[in-house]
């Protein structure tokens, strides 16, 4: 195995990047994905689903950033458990946060394609979701800096898109809408929304796999966080409340033709004007931005995680190395764009994303595990920022990550054994086979 400070990352990445990261990861989140969830719970299931769902997120990701602050490494979750729990608690919270990272970027490829599908029906969805794949593994090949920069600029356009739909989508809200079979599967529904409420806010803890590029990781990680938690916070309940109000939620997820739509904001915005007129056309080609920003903010934080992976020795150690000349993952962003294309031909997205969040929950699970063994196990360990509210803040994370993946795998539990099944299965392997786990 390669000496660990034989192949460092380039610091790069200022606070006003790293909102652009942050917020970037998640906002395709607003674009689609999340109206599959309504399908499950109606509004009024969704909305349950959600409110939960953020009160994770804001108690998580506030505990994750003194995780990030006081062990800044690019392995995020799979270094703070390989330090606080063991290497093989390690492998598999960090084998858990690459199922994240992995099945995330086909689903939001898909959604690219479809989004541009929209506008150009001659456009194959596969086409365009393994081009966008090409493209933007390059982009994060040839450097970080250059990378987060284009992040940024496309993450600004990506809220602005959204703050046009609602200009044009509040006018037209009636709350009526909101209560139309609200609640089609009972209270069961909502717990069947789960991994769909998830999809809001998946990818916020990516901050955490580019700390060690950050100028200042323990400053401007906890700016980072927060200023993009509460961003996406905002611009999740006005979109769910425009896009709902406009003609109620079965109009944002049916197409005329009864199967599932992956561009719901377009679907909204049919209702009140033409698809052909240029304010269409425009939120459509803004919402694309949308989801290239989170496609390629999640390229770039999963090549983190696999390389950390490699280099730490729990895989080839090829993909641990950085390109000579850029300074980036191109091993492990190579290898991820490969698996992200496979992913793309199974052609189901509600089942990706459902995956992607499964490894989520059980990485955020590890993660607030880790945090509170750290506090007993090195309570001198330097830690810049302290997460509020301790112990009971990660505590609360702890519980409805715990209960939200119990209702994930009662709700689908045929794709919960495929996970564990891949969770547990490479880890057969590591240990038993290439014996990379000590």
């Given at each position: 195995?390669?000496?660990?400070?034989?192949?460092?990352?380039?610091?790069?990445?200022?606070?006003?990047?790293?909102?652009?990261?942050?917020?970037?990861y998640?906002?395709?989140g607003?674009?689609?994905g999340?109206?599959?969830?309504?399908?499950?719970?109606?509004?009024?299931?969704?909305?349950?689903?959600?409110?939960?769902?953020?009160?994770?997120?804001?108690?998580?990701?506030?505990?994750?950033?003194?995780?990030?602050?006081?062990?800044?490494?690019?392995?995020?979750?799979?270094?703070?458990?390989?330090?606080?729990?063991?290497?093989?608690?390690?492998?598999?919270?960090?084998?858990?946060?690459?199922?994240?990272?992995?099945?995330?970027?086909?689903?939001?490829?898909?959604?690219?394609?479809?989004?541009?599908?929209?506008?150009?029906?001659?456009?194959?969805?596969?086409?365009?979701?393994?081009?966008?794949?090409?493209?933007?593994?390059?982009?994060?090949?040839?450097?970080?800096?250059?990378?987060?920069?284009?992040?940024?600029?496309?993450?600004?356009?990506a809220?602005?898109?959204?703050?046009?739909?609602?200009?044009?989508?509040?006018?037209?809200?009636?709350?009526?809408?909101?209560?139309?079979?609200?609640?089609?599967?009972?209270?069961?529904?909502?717990?069947?929304?789960?991994?769909?409420?998830?999809?809001?806010?998946?990818?916020?803890?990516?901050?955490?796999?580019?700390?060690?590029?950050?100028?200042?990781?323990?400053?401007?990680?906890?700016?980072?966080?927060?200023?993009?938690?509460?961003?996406?916070?905002?611009?999740?309940?006005?979109?769910?409340?425009?896009?709902?109000?406009i003609n109620?939620?079965?109009?944002?997820?049916?197409?005329?033709?009864?199967?599932?739509?992956?561009?719901?904001?377009?679907?909204?915005?049919?209702?009140?004007?033409?698809?052909?007129?240029?304010?269409?056309?425009?939120?459509?080609?803004?919402?694309?931005?949308?989801?290239?920003?989170?496609?390629?903010?999640?390229?770039?934080?999963?090549?983190?995680?696999?390389?950390?992976?490699?280099r730490?020795g729990?895989?080839?150690?090829?993909?641990?190395?950085?390109?000579?000349?850029?300074k980036?993952?191109?091993?492990?962003?190579?290898l991820?764009?490969?698996?992200?294309?496979?992913?793309?031909?199974?052609?189901?997205?509600?089942?990706?994303?459902?995956?992607?969040?499964?490894?989520?929950?059980?990485?955020?699970?590890?993660?607030?595990?880790?945090?509170?063994?750290?506090?007993?196990?090195?309570?001198?360990?330097?830690?810049?920022?302290?997460?509020?509210?301790?112990?009971?803040?990660?505590?609360?994370?702890?519980?409805?990550?715990?209960?939200?993946?119990?209702?994930?795998?009662?709700?689908?539990?045929?794709?919960?054994?495929v996970?564990?099944?891949?969770?547990?299965?490479?880890?057969?392997?590591?240990?038993?086979?290439?014996?990379?786990?000590?």
């Amino acid at each position: 195995m390669s000496n660990p400070n034989e192949q460092k990352l380039q610091k790069s990445l200022t606070p006003t990047l790293l909102w652009g990261l942050g917020v970037g990861y998640v906002i395709s989140g607003m674009y689609f994905g999340w109206n599959l969830g309504l399908e499950k719970g109606g509004t009024l299931g969704m909305a349950i689903a959600t409110f939960f769902v953020i009160i994770l997120y804001l108690t998580f990701s506030l505990s994750y950033a003194e995780l990030a602050c006081a062990i800044p490494q690019a392995g995020g979750a799979f270094d703070y458990a390989n330090r606080a729990l063991g290497t093989k608690w390690g492998f598999l919270a960090g084998m858990a946060q690459n199922i994240e990272f992995l099945f995330a970027p086909p689903a939001i490829a898909v959604g690219i394609g479809a989004y541009f599908n929209a506008v150009f029906p001659q456009l194959s969805i596969l086409g365009v979701a393994i081009g966008a794949y090409l493209v933007f593994t390059l982009l994060n090949i040839l450097g970080t800096k250059l990378a987060s920069a284009f992040e940024l600029i496309i993450t600004i356009l990506a809220v602005l898109g959204l703050i046009i739909f609602w200009y044009f989508a509040f006018p037209k809200f009636e709350s009526k809408n909101l209560i139309i079979n609200n609640l089609p599967n009972g209270f069961n529904g909502a717990f069947a929304a789960l991994p769909f409420a998830i999809w809001f806010f998946l990818g916020i803890e990516g901050l955490a796999n580019v700390a060690e590029e950050s100028n200042n990781p323990q400053k401007d990680i906890t700016w980072g966080f927060g200023s993009a938690m509460a961003t996406l916070v905002v611009l999740c309940v006005l979109t769910f409340v425009a896009a709902v109000g406009i003609n109620g939620w079965e109009s944002i997820v049916y197409k005329a033709d009864g199967t599932i739509s992956d561009s719901p904001l377009p679907m909204a915005m049919s209702k009140i004007m033409s698809d052909t007129s240029g304010i269409y056309q425009l939120i459509v080609g803004i919402g694309t931005c949308g989801l290239i920003a989170s496609f390629h903010g999640l390229v770039l934080a999963a090549g983190r995680a696999t390389f950390e992976f490699g280099r730490a020795g729990n895989a080839p150690a090829f993909i641990g190395k950085v390109h000579p000349k850029f300074k980036t993952p191109a091993n492990a962003l190579l290898l991820n764009m490969a698996f992200g294309i496979v992913a793309l031909l199974s052609n189901s997205t509600a089942d990706i994303i459902i995956l992607s969040a499964f490894g989520a929950l059980t990485m955020y699970i590890f993660s607030m595990v880790s945090l509170l063994v750290l506090r007993q196990k090195e309570p001198n360990l330097k830690r810049p920022f302290r997460v509020p509210f301790y112990p009971i803040s990660p505590i609360l994370a702890l519980v409805i990550a715990s209960i939200a993946l119990i209702a994930m795998i009662i709700y689908n539990f045929n794709l919960s054994l495929v996970f564990f099944g891949i969770l547990v299965g490479s880890f057969v392997v590591a240990n038993f086979l290439l014996r990379r786990i000590s």
